[in-house]
Every structure is written in C-alpha cells, then in structure tokens.
C-alpha cells in the first residue's frame, strides 16, 4: 500500500473538520458531525470489501423525525450530535445517517435554518437585528449577518429595507 492515499473525498471532509475546529463560531452540532462524516469515511476507505448497500431500519424514520422535534424544540441551544443520540435513544452515528437520510441534510443545517428563517421573520416584523440575532441562538449580529447573507443572498439589513411595506 502506498503511504500517500490519494482521496479527495476524504481530504474535503478532513479539510471540513479542521475548519470547524478552529472556528469559533462552529456549533457542537456541527463539528460533531463533521467527525461523524470524517470517520465513516475513513471507515469507508479502509474496508476491504464492499459495503452493503444502505439499508433503512425500520426506526430510522422515527428517529429523525424525534431528532427533528428536539431541533424544534430547542432551536436556540446549542445541542450536540450526543444531545440528539441521547434524546432519540440511539448512537450518535445512528441519528446522524437516519437524519441525513429522512431530511437529506445533517442535523445542524437544519438547525442553522430553523434559526435563520425565525431570524428573518423577526426581522421583517421590526425588530433590530442584533436582538434577532440573540434571540434565535446566533453569537451576535455579525455571525448573524454571515449565515444570513450565505442562505438568503443579501443581508440583514437590506432584507428589513425590502420587507418594508411603504404606502
């Protein structure tokens, strides 16, 4: 075996990991996952033979829609990937698959756009934006406005300008 592996995939989501790691900002939730997706695919690397096919346990579909509920439910914590294992009574990687699989998405995009879409409509009913931003979990306005600006396309504050119904 050759001691340089040449994986793209693998690099991409150690590159992922290491980002998140360094990154303040990163929620546990995230960084969480970026290690679940970075074992599995080291895992995935190191198998010597093929992997079955994914298969869909019968709970998968309630444990994503319990991981789903406690995301709802507790939109400005900063849960952990343990948090949801805990609550949905599975491991860790468990509830990652079953969600990523049931909603197409890992538990913490979901989260960051449960927060965001709170985030925009609270903004479109007037209220400043940095009391949006502490109010749907976001560190302050400026970590507000990056998320914002990266899913909607434009800031905070011009989303208030355009929301702004003017007679």
């Known amino acids: 075996m050759a001691p340089v592996a040449s994986d793209p995939a693998l690099a991409t989501t150690l590159r992922a990991l290491h980002v998140a790691l360094l990154d303040p900002s990163a929620t546990a939730l995230r960084r969480d996952e970026l290690l679940t997706a970075t074992i599995a695919r080291i895992v ?5 033979k093929p992997l079955p096919a994914p298969t869909r346990p019968t709970r998968s ?43 197409g998405l890992p538990p913490s995009d979901y989260h960051r756009q449960l927060r965001l879409r709170r985030a925009r409509t609270l903004i479109a009913a007037g209220t400043p934006i940095s009391e949006a931003a502490s109010a749907t979990g976001f560190a302050d306005q400026s970590h507000l406005t990056r998320w914002f600006t990266r899913y909607f396309g434009l800031t905070p504050g011009a989303y208030r300008q355009a929301a702004v119904v003017k007679p």
């Open 44 to 48: 995935h690397r190191a198998s010597t």
């Open 61 to 103: 579909t309630t444990v994503a829609q319990h991981a789903r509920q406690l995301l709802h439910d507790r939109m400005t914590d900063d849960l952990s990937i343990d948090d949801l294992a805990r609550s949905t009574g599975t491991s860790r990687y468990a509830v990652y698959r079953a969600f990523q699989a049931e909603y």
